[in-house]
């Protein structure tokens, strides 16, 4: 059995294997850019008027003849005489000897002329040519996850394709006799299986698309063969039960009957404890706790950053924050304890019904408090570790 410390430090001792595609940029939303991009034009391409009211060239005149007007999308370059207004729009071409916008709220109206009411300071309320990026600039660096704002940003630039990290394919393998499909009617010594659906979604939220479900019984030969097909097909196995010893836990020896090299088995921890990890070529696998939570739980701090890495991210691991305890919680088992809790602001409480088969409080949960094995006993008002759940 090893420690927290060292399973992570065995999983994030493999390199990034990132491979990369061309997707178009409506579909690349918190995808992570495999290549930095460059801009192709300058933004704005041409003067632009940042408000509505008066293009001039500036002046101690306080009256201009109004001679045009200049819309968002006109492309005539009108050449004014001083004391010659053009009515301006917001967004809309500033002609070229023009070098202020006066906004529409200070000035009063005449039939064909205009009068200053407050005049600007030069220069004012015109946005430059390339005065948000400039021709060649870069745009966004490599490995910059993609926001709605990323993606809207690049489409002004006229961007339509966009080079990125290619996303792992996931399997979800589900073994246990006793497990039966949500919609039916459950029958007596069964239980709905709840896993796949809850990991499937948890993939989902970190930007997979490719995931393959497998429903498999106690059956040796049945759970070898399905993992050898897994394996051969996806970059990633995520086994849900039959991992621990009991005359029906059968995933350990077929993994290693498929050639799969354990790296870990058993972790120093509370839940999750039997865990296993390893590794067959370029294809990781993570044999977790049948016990939702603690599937829940080891797939967080274990399964999600090797998945993030394989996408590029800079950052693989959830974010840790510092906060002080409401709560006081006794650590006797000498084991590194992840709680379910809800923070607010700087304070943390762990919530009622911890146990390793209870989603309703991961439900509830904002992060998880983690206790260090060599703490004995958090006290209230103590400064406790917390693992942000928000992927």
């Known amino acids: 059995m090893i420690s927290v410390k060292q399973a992570l430090d065995i999983i994030d001792s493999f390199p990034s294997a990132f491979s990369f595609e061309k997707v178009q940029l409506q579909d690349a939303l918190n995808s992570v850019l495999s290549e930095d991009v460059f801009s ?17 060239q500036f002046s ?9 007007e200049s819309k968002a999308g006109d492309s005539t370059n009108y050449v004014l005489k001083p004391t010659e207004a053009v009515r301006i729009f917001t967004g809309a071409l500033v002609p070229d000897n023009a070098d202020t916008v006066i906004m529409q709220e200070h000035v ?55 080079s990125v990290c290619k996303t792992p394919s996931v399997a979800i393998l589900v073994t ?28 989902q939220k970190a930007g997979i698309k490719e995931i393959e479900i497998i429903a498999v019984k106690d059956d040796y030969q049945a759970t070898k063969t399905s993992i050898k097909n897994a394996l051969d097909a996806n970059d990633i196995l995520l086994v849900s039960g039959g991992i621990s010893v009991g005359d029906y836990d059968f995933v350990k020896e077929a993994l290693l009957e498929n050639d799969v090299e354990e790296l870990f ?15 067959k070529r370029d294809t990781y696998v993570f044999a977790l706790p049948g016990n939702p939570a603690s599937a829940l739980t080891c797939f967080y701090i274990y399964a999600l950053p090797l998945l993030r890495k394989m996408c590029g991210y800079k ?6 924050v510092i906060a002080k305890s409401k709560s006081a919680i006794k650590n006797p088992s000498q084991k590194t304890l992840f709680l379910k809790a809800n923070l607010e602001d700087e304070f943390v409480e762990v919530l009622q019904g911890q146990s390793s088969a209870m989603l309703y409080t991961y439900a509830m949960s904002n992060v998880l408090i983690c206790v260090s094995s060599e703490t004995a006993e958090v006290k209230i008002g103590d400064e406790v570790t917390c693992i942000k759940l928000d992927v």
């Open 108 to 162: 009063e109206r005449l039939e064909a002329s205009i009068h200053i009411k407050k005049m600007p300071s030069k220069f004012a309320n015109i946005r430059k040519t390339g005065e948000q990026i400039k021709i060649g600039d870069l745009a966004l660096k490599k490995r910059t996850k993609l926001n709605e704002a990323a993606i809207g940003f690049l489409a002004c630039l006229g961007i339509t394709t966009v």
């Open 40 to 56: 192709p034009i300058n933004m704005p391409p041409f003067r632009q008027s940042a408000m509505d009211g008066y293009a001039i």
């Open 60 to 68: 101690k005149e306080e009256t201009y003849t109004v001679v045009d």
């Open 315 to 320: 950052n693989n691991h959830l974010q840790k």
């Open 176 to 203: 246990g006799n006793e497990l039966q499909q949500p919609g039916t009617d459950l029958e007596i010594g069964k239980i709905y299986e709840s896993n796949s659906v809850m990991l499937k979604a948890a993939l």
């Open 265 to 279: 088995y058993k972790i120093n921890q509370k839940p999750g404890k039997p865990l296993w990890f390893g590794k």
